[in-house]
């Protein structure tokens, strides 16, 4: 498991490949996205925050008038794609996960991309993958009380949410004897014109430097109504790519030459001709991507700044009690003296709003996998007719829940 992880991380480097999984049209687009969901307050505070990144002056570019903002978060969305190696804020495993996305044959030892986050895991911290980096940033952008550091973890956050809805990032195609230490996140697959399958797909909505409007391509691709769930946790974002990948990525025709590589044991795939069907079909499975993305971006900058908030009151209330020599405050007793009980009574309403603030996360998610279960048996029971597709999908949406509830209630007991 460690070798296969190891080895995948290491082809990032041998391939010389750049920080970023979209190019500036993916990123861009995803900046334009989430600055049109956010309040117009809600970009003033963004623009606020960033104006403090150490790189503001050489780095962004301000304007006057009503779409500033907007341009300004566009922009930090752009901002990791555009650093230099030898930049101090430079982090390139932290835009990849070591996964198995699709596996073929007998293979030994896949990576496990349920990493959690190490304890004294810093923005320093140079060796984490995708989903531990998303933790970090988020966790960074609500705490830190420094503002340089919070806009340089906005930034981050952005890109790295982006790059956890990349197909070619989040994991890779393991086959026995052919790609056993996976195909290098889509390298290894060579695709008419000299390219190959990731570079197809960092630029299916457009190449670098290319002149695309991000704003109107955002306002076109939200215009379209589409029916998802908003992800926060990133080890689900992870999930969620990683089965929209086996169906897009990793086509039928792709895959018929993968296996029929494999079995003459070849060590390499000829060419694969990209038909215009798929190019279409991968276009639009970006777009619904970017915005699931950008969704995804919105609630992590607005919802968890509750809970953070109400911890901080908690923490201070705790800290003054603690000051005054009362250090058994686990329960309110309001028969203790005047400004004692009242901080005492303040700390439980506090905590029973964190509490409460939790359950409600964790609530619907357990009431969708009852749904999802009930449905299951239906179907394994003859009662409901599906094809192996729906049962597919079934398995994958009960798959996704399973994972999510356990990361709630692992975050909760850390919490705690």
């Not at 995803?30 to 150490?54: F, I, K, R, Y």
């Not at 409901?384 to 949406?397: G, I, W």
């Amino acid at each position: 498991m460690l070798r296969s992880t190891i080895v995948s991380l290491l082809l990032i480097f041998l391939s010389g490949s750049p920080t970023s999984g979209w190019s500036d049209a993916g990123h861009g687009i995803l900046g334009a996205l989430v600055a049109q969901q956010l309040t117009e307050e809600e970009c003033q505070q963004l623009s606020e925050l960033l104006a403090a990144h150490p790189r503001f002056d050489e780095d962004f570019h301000s304007q006057e008038g009503s779409s500033a903002t907007g341009l300004l978060v566009q922009q930090a969305a752009l901002w990791v794609s555009h650093l230099p190696d030898d930049s101090p804020w430079s982090r390139p495993n932290w835009s990849y996960q070591a996964a198995c996305t699709l596996k073929i044959g007998q293979i030994q030892n896949l990576p496990d991309p349920s990493l959690p986050l190490p304890n004294d895991a810093g923005m320093d911290s140079r060796d984490l993958q995708l989903v531990q980096a998303i933790r970090l940033t988020h966790q960074s952008y609500h705490q830190s009380q420094d503002n340089p550091s919070r806009a340089i973890a906005l930034c981050w956050l952005l890109h790295l949410v982006a790059e956890a809805h990349q197909p070619c990032h989040a994991g890779s195609l393991y086959v026995e004897n052919l790609f056993p230490e996976g195909d290098s996140f889509g390298r290894e697959i060579r695709i008419n014109g000299g390219d190959n399958l990731h570079t197809f797909w960092e630029s299916v909505l457009g190449s670098s430097g290319q002149d695309i409007d991000f704003h109107e391509k955002a306002a076109r691709i939200q215009g379209v109504k589409r029916l998802f769930d908003v992800v926060r946790d990133p080890q689900v974002m992870l999930h969620r790519t990683r089965t929209a990948a086996r169906a897009v990525v990793y086509s039928s025709a792709i895959l018929h030459e993968v296996r029929k590589a494999a079995k003459s044991g070849s060590e390499s795939l000829p060419e694969i001709e990209l038909t215009g069907g798929y190019q279409i079909q991968a276009e639009r499975a970006a777009e619904y991507a970017l915005l699931q993305a950008s969704a995804s971006v919105v609630s992590l900058l607005r919802k968890s700044q509750r809970i953070f908030e109400l911890e901080q009151t908690a923490r201070r209330l705790e800290t003054g009690l603690r000051r005054r020599g009362f250090g058994d405050f686990e329960q309110p007793d309001e028969s203790a003296p005047g400004r004692e009980a009242t901080t005492r009574v303040k700390l439980a309403k506090v905590r029973a709003e964190i509490a409460d603030e939790r359950v409600s996360k964790i609530a619907p998610i357990l009431e969708q996998l009852r749904a999802l279960r009930q449905l299951q048996r239906q179907i394994d029971q003859g009662k409901l007719r599906a094809d192996s597709e729906s049962r597919q999908k079934v398995q994958d949406a009960i798959g996704a829940l399973l994972i999510l509830a356990k990361s709630l209630r692992s975050q909760d007991m850390q919490q705690r």
